[in-house]
């Protein structure tokens, strides 16, 4: 049977080529985007896909957004922002703090919620969280964005908490580091904080696809309330 996989922020950047890589493995794929003309747009240009409104920070959209589907398999929790005001954690806004968990983490959580029923109901549900390597409290940096590296942390724990919930059910839940991309997320990386140098190799929204879509399509046996990059497990 054709299974079918909703993938948040799925108009641009490393969601639109989620959405295409899954669309290519035979998945059927909801685009979810907050705005709907860039929605439409992005699922005219996807195999088979249909559009769904859903801002993840909007209790109404995400609940019309549960209430259109009647199946499916795989949740991709890509849509994330990093909100201009993120910093140090010495000065960081509090707005740019409270803007930064309500899409990363609150909407994310949102989401799950709203859709654990119909992946209950799926053979095999698989929920993917994109997080970062920024979430690492480990991760060797000077980049300060307490702000983004937090509220990834806190979709790192959602995600164990979570596979730990659902262990003994068919639902698989992982969380991926897609690895640093040029995107509109990052301003293309064109204004990298001083002191801080990008890395050397960034790459395309294909590459970073890779990871997600890996977890997306895991099979029985795969592993869950795991963190992956493109190497493979990565310590939390
Ligand atoms: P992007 O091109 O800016 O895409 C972000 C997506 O999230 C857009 O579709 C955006 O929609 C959507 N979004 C933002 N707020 C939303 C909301 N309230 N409701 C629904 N959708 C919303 O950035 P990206 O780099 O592809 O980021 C995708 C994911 O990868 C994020 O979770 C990010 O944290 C993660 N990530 C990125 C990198 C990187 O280096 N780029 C590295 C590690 C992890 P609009 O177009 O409407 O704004």
Known sequence: MTRIALVTGANKGIGFA???????????????ARDEAAGRAAAARVPRARFVQLDVSSADSVRAAAESLTALDVLVNNAGVSASGDGAGSTIADAAL?????VNFF?????????LPLLRRSPAGRIV??????????LDTNLQLLGYR??????????VALARELAGTAIKVNAAAPGFTATDLNRHLAEAQPGWTPPPHTQTTEEAARVPVRLALL???GPTGGFFDRTGAVAW
Do not use: C, E, H, Y
């Not at 669309?23 to 685009?31: F, K, N, Q, S």
């Not at 909407?107 to 859709?115: H, K, L, P």
């Open 18 to 32: 989620i959405a295409q890589q899954l669309a290519d493995a035979g998945v059927d794929v909801v685009i979810g």
């Open 98 to 102: 409270r803007q930064t968990f309500d």
């Open 107 to 115: 909407g994310a959580v949102a989401v799950t919620q709203a859709m």
């Open 129 to 138: 969280m994109v997080s970062s390597s920024l979430a690492r409290p480990a």
């Open 150 to 159: 937090a509220s990834k942390a806190a979709v790192n724990m959602f995600t």
């Open 219 to 221: 099979p029985d046996d």
